[in-house]
């Protein structure tokens, strides 16, 4: 006798499916339901079979394991990058591919990764179409990343023009004007200015940097009328555009939303308020004023062709944006740093007495040559700048299949990775300059580390500086490749920062100025400042400082003031 034994059971899957059937057809309502609430359970499920299951392309680098897709790993990232980065390392390596918001994202680690993504070429890694959905709309068109790269070298060409030795000696002056009247004027500095050695004053150091900043840099840089002209309406209009620069923004450049507006409209008006200044400019003869509309109104492309006004407003609009946040946060961490390391305060401040000091215990102005020979202050900034870059991820897209070297990182011995084109290449010199790898304690703000001539730090310098860096011209002028070294504070390759000397300058000579004036602290209670946040404020409550005037060239620590990041301050 025969029988088929797989007949109860295929009776019994018709009867479930006819089942359904019935369920789903009596309301096709629930047919509905059920696909919203199953559909993204299956995508989910999918995108996690897909990972584990399905086999890899042995010549894709290793990717981060996800559980959301589309999502992937861009709240783990955009919460603490270095510490995703440092995480990931310790799993794949220093290439690694990750899912960010639907990008695939893939990370080279370390000098050498450094110097695979800055140091590639334009035409496989384009910065341009990587960041133009995001620049554009807040620095205009036909300039930047709304060009082909090289127009954008020839631009960056104009603005060197403007950034010159002559103009550097002018701004020192400058930039001490401004700082002195700015504490002479501001009610932060009530008790400096009241010449109180007996009290502490305080001060949130974000919000000084952020005003000194934008007013050194317009009496400078953007010229006089810009200086004279700022007020709450230029303060709200460069909000405005700065709402425009958030990840948001850059994930989905044109969403319906107030914000987005708000930048379009502040862009428009911006735009116009630059033109005028021109346009006055050229009526009445130009300007002899050593600013960078000066020195962009005289130049013309390789053709022949001159630099149109809109194009000149959209660079100082550039200008303005990219580097107000930068300067002002290095500033604010220089302050805190100086702060709570009182040792690093007092020979910053011996270094002015000795350089610039009069016996009656003022000082004299600073100078251009005089600032370059001031070691101290030097190590304080590249110091500052190690730990606290202006920025953590430089980001290119891949036009086309790149393979990665074998020296950075391989499959196997006879393998090669390759990222393919569509992906995103991600360099990070904020790792490279903590890599625990290469600096002696690394997380420890310790100026000294710069003055050993045989140390990471000094060779680094000299791979990124023009000592023993390879110097390549671009189109805008040799400059160090620096792609190589692990310290990039300003960036590498084509697009290292042309502001880099001016920023230098800037920085320096605030910093050196308000030591001068006051002794900082932090506010009474903190012994630690505050620690990088990548997604809110930069600095929390924690980010005031104490201040106490400097009562004589002697350095007199009988007075104190106090401060929260409020800095105390007590005169000098």
């Known amino acids: 006798m025969s029988f088929d034994s797989t007949a109860p059971a295929a009776g019994y899957v018709a009867a479930v499916v006819d089942a359904v059937q019935q369920y789903l057809t009596a309301s096709p309502g629930r047919t509905v339901l059920l696909g919203i609430v199953y559909t993204p359970i299956i995508i989910f499920v999918l995108n996690i079979l897909k990972q584990l299951v399905v086999p890899r392309d042995p010549s894709l680098p290793p990717e981060v394991f996800h559980w959301i897709p589309f999502v992937g790993s861009s709240i783990a990232y955009g919460d603490d990058p270095l510490k995703f980065f440092f995480e990931c390392r310790e799993k794949y390596g220093d290439v690694f591919t990750f899912t960010l918001l639907g990008r695939k994202v893939t990370v080279a680690l370390g000098a050498k990764g450094n110097n695979f993504v800055l140091g590639g070429k334009s035409t496989a890694f384009s910065a341009e179409d990587a960041y133009t959905h995001l620049t554009t709309p807040v620095f205009g068109k036909d300039v930047v990343y709304d060009v082909p790269n090289e127009v954008f070298m020839e631009q960056k060409k104009f603005v060197k023009v403007g950034l010159s030795t002559e103009n550097f000696r002018a701004y020192v002056g400058m930039f001490e004007q401004e700082v002195d009247d700015y504490m002479r004027t501001d009610q932060a500095f009530i008790i400096w ?273 023009d000592e023993n860096g390879e110097k390549i011209d671009y189109g805008f002028g040799a400059v160090s490749k620096g792609t190589e070294s692990p310290y990039q504070p300003f960036g590498a390759g084509r697009h290292r920062c042309i502001g880099e000397q001016f920023a230098y300058l800037q920085l320096g000579t605030v910093i050196s100025n308000i030591i001068r004036k006051v002794e900082l602290r932090l506010e009474d209670g903190i012994t630690e400042i505050p620690e990088h946040n990548y997604h809110v404020r930069p600095f929390s409550s924690s980010s005031l400082l104490s201040i106490v005037n400097n009562p004589s060239i002697d350095h007199d620590h009988n007075a104190k003031e106090t401060s929260e990041c409020l800095l105390q301050t007590q005169e000098i």
Request: a negative charge; aromatic letters at 10%; hydrophobic letters at 35%.
């Open 193 to 465: 200015q009241m010449d109180d050695i007996n009290e502490w004053g305080r001060f949130d150091v974000t919000d000084v940097m952020a005003q000194i900043t934008i007013l050194t840099a317009s009496r400078t840089l953007q010229g006089k009328e810009v200086r004279s002209g700022l007020d709450k309406s230029f303060s709200a209009l460069y909000n405005d555009l700065d709402g425009g620069f958030t990840p948001l923004n850059f994930m989905f450049p044109n969403l319906p939303l107030e914000s987005y507006r708000r930048r379009d409209v502040a862009h428009k008006k911006m735009s116009e308020y630059y033109t005028d200044i021109i346009r006055k400019r050229r009526e009445s003869g130009h300007s002899d004023e050593p600013d960078m509309i000066s020195a962009l109104m005289d130049q013309k492309y390789r053709d022949g062709r001159p630099l149109r006004d809109h194009e000149i407003a959209h660079i100082m609009i550039a200008l303005l944006m990219a580097g107000q946040h930068t300067s002002s946060a290095s500033g604010s961490w220089t302050l805190l740093h100086l702060a709570q390391n009182v040792e690093v305060q007092e020979a910053l401040y011996q270094e002015q007495v000795d350089h610039f000091g009069n016996p009656d215990g003022s000082f004299r102005p600073m100078t251009y040559e005089g600032f370059r020979q001031l070691p101290v202050l030097d190590s304080v900034i590249r110091e500052t700048l190690r730990m606290h870059p202006p920025i953590h991820s430089i980001m290119r897209y891949v036009r086309s299949d790149v393979p990665v070297p074998a020296t950075l990182a391989a499959p196997s011995k006879d393998g090669v990775y390759v990222v393919p084109k569509g992906y995103y290449v991600l360099a990070s010199a904020a790792v490279s300059q903590v890599d625990p790898l290469i600096w002696v304690n690394p997380t420890k703000w310790d100026p000294t580390r710069w003055s050993d001539p045989e140390g990471v730090a000094a060779q680094a310098f000299k791979t990124y500086s």
